[in-house]
């Protein structure tokens, strides 16, 4: 089989939507979870036997690291496919074990999703392969991520660490300090808004990506995942200092309301309108590619934190790869996600991804590339910082893809002018309560 690399309709494969999905990757039937049966191989032994492989996934990443591997081993055929990003690439794989052909063997796994799909058998636990040896190879945030009540679920691939990109010519136009605290950020808010009507310090329409980032970075944990057992408390004193700030910026309109990626969000980036971004550390390409206009204007600095003097940052995407439970050539599998995670495979995508893996996060060569786009900033020294400090211990609900696409419709209205941040948050958590609970989990609160 020689390499391709395709994309077809996710929906195509077996017909089912994104809310079939939802609805079935979160079923709890406790024999659905991947026991690892595995023993350890030699990888290479087992690569340079080749064989086929199935991988699914997403990015400027894969294609190198397929062709990587089977320039390094010879007998290996892999078929590359793109059945798309998110939600339907989640559902083509449901779709092909559940029809029980064209299974892929290897899958692309954001984070946010592992925990789902490691609980209803989709992937297979890797513990048996010894993957926790090379725990120390990778970030905290990133490793804790891939792990599900005890097993291992996907190897770390790439990471997001979250910092502050900000617009220098606009902040240097109405001379605006950088902010270090959020207080700062609420205040410099303010500071642009008098100075220019027309100007935003950010944009907001309800991120949950952003929301349970800036809880993350206060080492708050809202959801707590035993097996089945859930609990969820989007309350409490973190939760409260969130809200408090995150109103008066709505309040006092200082963010755009504009959704992310949409036209208005690019375009509001370019013209300066919106004049700063908390997001991850993958994000400067697609400043390259979608903001091309505001090249040397913009620049990357820590997160703002919630107490003067804190060092304290989160995790804002980033995927792994798994092996899929259904996979015939588990072995090969395998790996492959071993060499193309810890091996030499991280070298053929390390400009396509931001890297979980620490020796690259610590290498000079890393460290010091400068960034044209960036006005020859050393930026990637900021998002190792920030990698370097993101606190232990965060767990996503095993149907978090579901929670966060309904969170705008609960917290919507705080943005609009008719409820609270912190009552929007509570239906929210109401909301999950009840849909965990119809999916069969134990859901407790608070």
């Given at each position: 089989m020689p390499f391709t690399t395709t994309r077809r309709s996710a929906l195509a494969v077996a017909g089912l939507g994104a809310s079939a999905l939802l609805l079935a990757a979160c079923g709890s039937d406790s024999d659905k979870k991947s026991t690892s049966d595995a023993q350890p191989i030699d990888s290479d032994a087992v690569a340079t036997e080749g064989g086929k492989?199935?991988?699914?996934?997403?990015?400027?990443?894969?294609?190198?690291?397929?062709?990587?591997?089977?320039?390094?081993?010879?007998?290996?055929?892999?078929?590359?496919?793109?059945?798309?990003?998110?939600?339907?690439?989640?559902?083509?794989v449901q779709n092909a074990i559940q029809a029980g052909s064209g299974i892929p063997d290897v899958i692309v796994m954001e984070y946010q999703a592992v925990n789902q799909f490691a609980l209803d058998g989709t992937l297979a636990d890797l513990s048996g392969y010894a993957a926790d040896e090379?725990?120390?190879?990778?970030?905290?945030?990133?490793?804790?991520?891939?792990?599900?009540?005890?097993?291992?679920?996907?190897?770390?691939?790439?990471?997001?660490?979250?910092?502050?990109?900000?617009?220098?010519?606009?902040?240097?136009?109405?001379?605006?300090?950088?902010?270090?605290?959020?207080?700062?950020?609420?205040?410099?808010?303010?500071a642009l808004k008098k100075a220019d009507p027309k100007a935003y310090i950010a944009n907001d329409t309800g991120s949950a990506n952003l929301l349970q980032g800036l809880l993350w970075q206060q080492g708050y944990t809202p959801y707590t995942v035993d097996g089945e057992k859930v609990r969820i408390a989007l309350d409490g004193p973190e939760v409260e200092k969130y809200t408090?700030?995150?109103?008066?910026?709505?309040?006092?309109?200082?963010?755009?309301?504009?959704?992310?990626?949409?036209?208005?969000?690019?375009?509001?980036?370019?013209n300066g309108t919106i004049a700063s971004l908390v997001s991850g550390a993958w994000m400067p390409g697609n400043f390259e590619s979608g903001v091309a206009g505001g090249k040397g204007d913009w620049r990357v600095a820590p997160m703002p934190q919630w107490e003067s003097g804190e060092k304290s940052s989160a995790e804002n995407g980033g995927s792994g790869l798994g092996v899929v439970d259904a996979s015939k050539n588990k072995e090969l599998a395998y790996a492959f996600v071993e060499w193309a995670t810890t091996g030499d495979g991280v070298e053929t995508r390390i400009n396509a991804t931001f890297p979980s893996t620490v020796?690259?996060?610590?290498?000079?060569?890393?460290?010091?590339?400068?960034?044209d786009y960036f006005g020859g900033q050393k930026i990637n020294e900021v998002f190792a910082e920030s990698a370097a400090n993101v606190p232990k211990d965060w767990s996503f609900l095993p149907y978090q893809v579901y929670a966060n696409s309904i969170l705008h419709d609960n917290i919507g209205g705080a943005y609009e002018g008719d409820e609270s941040l912190a009552d929007g948050l509570q239906s929210w958590q109401q909301a999950l309560v009840k849909y965990g609970k119809d999916q069969g989990f134990t859901v407790e609160e608070g």
């Open positions: 492989l199935l991988v699914w996934g997403w990015g400027g990443a894969m294609e190198p690291m397929v062709k990587g591997f089977m320039k390094a081993y010879p007998d290996v055929k892999a078929e590359l496919v793109n059945v798309g990003t998110g939600i339907d690439h989640y559902t083509a090379h725990a120390k190879e990778f970030t905290t945030g990133t490793w804790e991520a891939v792990q599900f009540d005890g097993g291992i679920y996907s190897m770390p691939m790439s990471s997001g660490p979250m910092a502050l990109f900000y617009n220098k010519k606009v902040f240097d136009k109405h001379e605006l300090e950088v902010p270090e605290t959020w207080e700062q950020f609420l205040e410099t808010g303010r408090d700030l995150w109103q008066q910026l709505i309040d006092d309109e200082l963010l755009a309301p504009i959704e992310d990626w949409s036209d208005e969000w690019y375009q509001g980036l370019a020796t690259d996060l610590e290498s000079e060569k890393f460290l010091d590339l400068e960034s």
